[in-house]
C-alpha cells in the first residue's frame, strides 16, 4: 500500500486543507490551490507492512492489525489501524495518506469538508467546561485541550422511498347536561392514510469506533455544500475508511426513515380528541445508497476509569458531550455555604432559647 503525501509544489513543504479558504494550502510558503486542483502529487515508495507480531504493538486494545508505513518526508515508521486512512507523520508532521483506502471500490462518493478549524473547536470545548463550574482541572489543561483531532468519519447515505398504510382509531367527544345527569357522546372513526415518501441523504455511521448515537446527535449536516470526494480535503486531518458494512448498516437508515414516515403520516390528522394507531404498515419501495466523509472533531478524555467525549460538528460547529463533576471541586463550593447556613441555624436556634 502506498502513502500519498501532499507535497508543495513550490517549496516541498507539507500542505494541508485550510477550512476558511476552503482550499489546500502551504503553511510554510502560502502557495494555495482549490482542492480539485491539487492532486495529491507525492508518491513515497513506502509499501505498509502488518506490524511484526513479536513487536508489542502488533494489535490495538481491542485486537485490530496494526499496519507500518515509512514516512517518505523523514523515514519514521507510522503505526496505524487497517481503518485508518488519512494521518500526520508523529515524526515530522507531514500529512500522509493511504490511498487505497480511498480508492477502488472504497472510494467515497462525496466529502462535506472541515469548515470550522481546529481553534474554533479548541474555543468551543473551552467555553463549554469553563460553563460548568464543577469539571475537574484536568479538562481545562491547553495541553489535553491540543489533543482535538479533525476526523473524517465514514457514513452510508441512503435515499429511500418509502411506502406507507395506517389506520386509526380517533374519537371526538361532546358533553353536555340538564338538572339530572351529565352527558358525554363519544363518535368513533375510523381514519385512514396511505401513500409513498421520498428521503434523501440519510446518513448512518460507517465507523465501528464511532457510537451511532453521538454521531446522531451531531446531525443535522447540510449536504448542500457535500462535494465530490478528493484526496485533497483530507490533508492534516484524520480519516479512516469504513468497517461497517453497507448491509450491516442499511437496517438503522431503514430504522430511521421508518420513524420518520410514520410520524410525517400521522400528523396530517388532526381535530380529534383522541387517536389509538390500529396499524402502521411501512414497507421500501426503492433504496439506493452513497459513500461519504464528514467532518468531526472529537476529544477523549480519560478520567478514573471512565471515559469521557467531547465532539463537533465540523461543518456546523454543534457539539455534544459529557463532563464529570469533581467532588474535589464541589466540596470546595458547597461546604463553605454549607457551613454558613448551619451556623446560621445554629445562631437563630440560640438566639430562640
Ligand atoms: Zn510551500
Ligand atoms: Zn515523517
Known amino acids: 500500500m502506498a502513502l500519498h503525501e501532499y507535497e508543495c509544489p513550490a517549496c516541498g513543504g507539507a500542505m494541508e486543507f485550510n477550512p476558511k479558504t476552503q482550499k489546500i494550502k502551504c503553511p510554510y ?3 494555495e490551490f482549490d ?6 502529487n507525492h508518491n513515497s515508495s513506502s509499501t505498509g507492512e502488518a506490524a511484526d507480531e513479536y513487536t508489542n504493538q502488533s494489535t490495538t486494545e481491542d485486537g485490530q492489525q496494526l499496519y507500518i508505513y515509512k ?11 487497517e481503518s485508518l486512512g488519512s494521518t500526520k507523520c508523529p515524526f515530522c508532521s507531514n500529512n500522509v495518506v493511504v490511498s487505497e483506502k480511498f480508492t477502488g471500490e472504497f472510494k467515497p462518493d462525496y466529502i462535506i469538508p472541515f469548515k470550522t478549524t481546529k481553534e474554533d473547536a479548541m474555543k468551543t470545548y473551552r467555553e463549554h467546561v469553563r460553563s460548568k463550574k464543577l469539571v475537574p482541572k484536568v479538562f481545562l489543561d491547553e495541553n489535553h485541550i491540543d489533543e482535538i483531532k479533525g476526523v473524517y468519519v465514514p457514513f452510508w447515505l441512503f435515499d429511500a422511498t418509502m411506502s406507507f398504510d395506517g ?10 347536561q340538564d338538572s339530572k345527569y351529565v352527558y358525554t357522546e363519544t363518535k368513533y372513526y375510523e381514519v ?8 434523501a441523504f440519510v446518513p448512518v455511521d460507517g465507523s465501528k469506533e464511532m457510537p451511532d448515537d453521538l454521531m446522531e446527535s451531531l446531525e443535522p449536516f447540510d449536504h448542500n455544500e457535500m462535494v465530490p470526494f478528493n484526496m485533497g480535503y483530507l490533508a492534516g486531518f484524520l480519516a479512516n475508511k469504513y468497517n461497517n458494512p453497507v448491509d450491516a448498516m442499511k437496517p438503522r437508515a431503514m430504522n430511521r426513515i421508518k420513524a420518520s414516515i410514520i410520524s410525517d403520516f400521522k400528523a396530517t390528522i388532526s381535530g380529534y380528541a383522541s387517536l389509538r394507531p390500529i396499524n402502521e404498515g411501512t414497507g421500501i419501495v426503492s433504496s439506493s ?9 472529537i476529544l477523549n478524555t480519560t478520567w478514573k476509569g471512565e471515559n469521557y467525549l467531547f465532539a463537533m460538528n465540523g461543518q456546523s ?17 458547597y461546604i463553605p455555604i454549607a457551613g454558613i447556613a448551619t451556623l446560621l441555624a445554629y445562631l437563630v436556634y440560640y ?3
Open 289 to 297: 445508497y452513497k459513500y461519504a466523509m464528514y467532518p468531526v472533531y
Open 351 to 353: 438566639f430562640i432559647i
Open 167 to 176: 389506520t386509526y382509531e380517533g374519537t371526538k367527544t361532546r358533553t353536555w
Open 29 to 31: 510558503c502560502n502557495s
Open 192 to 199: 385512514k392514510r396511505s401513500g409513498t415518501e421520498d428521503f
Open 35 to 40: 482542492v480539485k486542483d491539487y492532486v495529491a
Open 71 to 81: 514516512c517518505g518526508s523523514c523515514g519514521g515508521e507510522i503505526l496505524a489501524t
Open 317 to 333: 460547529g454543534k457539539f455534544v458531550g459529557n463532563l464529570p463533576l469533581s467532588w474535589t471541586r464541589a466540596l470546595k463550593y
